[in-house]
C-alpha cells in the first residue's frame, strides 16, 4: 500500500504543477513578426492573440495583399513561438519523472 500512497502523492504534485503550468502559459507572451519587423503579432503561449502592430510604410490601398500576407506570416510565425513555448513549459512539469519523452501527449515533448 505505500506503493500506491506515494503514487497518489506524485499525482496530485504533478496535477498541481500542471495547473501552475497552465496558469503560466495563459501570461507568457510571445511576439511573431514578418517584413523584417514591420508587422508584429502577439499572443499568448496558448495561441490566443493579444496584438497586432503595422508599420505604417507597409499600408498602402492599392496593394492590401501584401499586408494580409505579412499579417499572416506574423500570426504563423507567433504560433509556431507560442507551441515552442507552451512545449517547454509543458516539458518541465514532466522532466525528472521518468516519463518516456512524448508519450503521444500533446504538449509533451512529441
Given at each position: 500500500?505505500?506503493?500506491?500512497?506515494?503514487?497518489?502523492?506524485q499525482a496530485?504534485?504533478?496535477q498541481?504543477?500542471?495547473?501552475?503550468a497552465?496558469?503560466?502559459?495563459?501570461?507568457?507572451?510571445?511576439e511573431?513578426?514578418a517584413?523584417?519587423?514591420?508587422?508584429?503579432?502577439?499572443?499568448?503561449?496558448?495561441?490566443?492573440?493579444?496584438?497586432?502592430?503595422?508599420?505604417?510604410?507597409?499600408i498602402?490601398?492599392?496593394?492590401?495583399?501584401?499586408?494580409?500576407?505579412?499579417?499572416l506570416?506574423?500570426?504563423?510565425?507567433?504560433k509556431?513561438?507560442?507551441?515552442?513555448a507552451?512545449?517547454?513549459?509543458?516539458?518541465?512539469?514532466?522532466?525528472?519523472?521518468?516519463?518516456?519523452?512524448?508519450?503521444?501527449?500533446p504538449?509533451?515533448?512529441?
Amino acid at each position: 500500500m505505500k506503493d500506491l500512497a506515494g503514487l497518489m502523492k506524485q499525482a496530485q504534485e504533478m496535477q498541481k504543477k500542471m495547473a501552475e503550468a497552465q496558469a503560466r502559459l495563459d501570461t507568457l507572451e510571445v511576439e511573431g513578426a514578418a517584413g523584417a519587423g514591420l508587422i508584429k503579432v502577439t499572443m499568448t503561449a496558448k495561441g490566443e492573440p493579444r496584438a497586432v502592430k503595422i508599420d505604417p510604410s507597409v499600408i498602402d490601398a492599392s496593394e492590401p495583399e501584401i499586408m494580409e500576407d505579412l499579417i499572416l506570416a506574423a500570426m504563423a510565425d507567433a504560433k509556431r513561438k507560442a507551441d515552442e513555448a507552451s512545449q517547454k513549459v509543458l516539458g518541465e512539469v514532466t522532466s525528472g519523472m521518468g516519463l518516456p519523452g512524448g508519450m503521444g501527449i500533446p504538449g509533451f515533448g512529441g
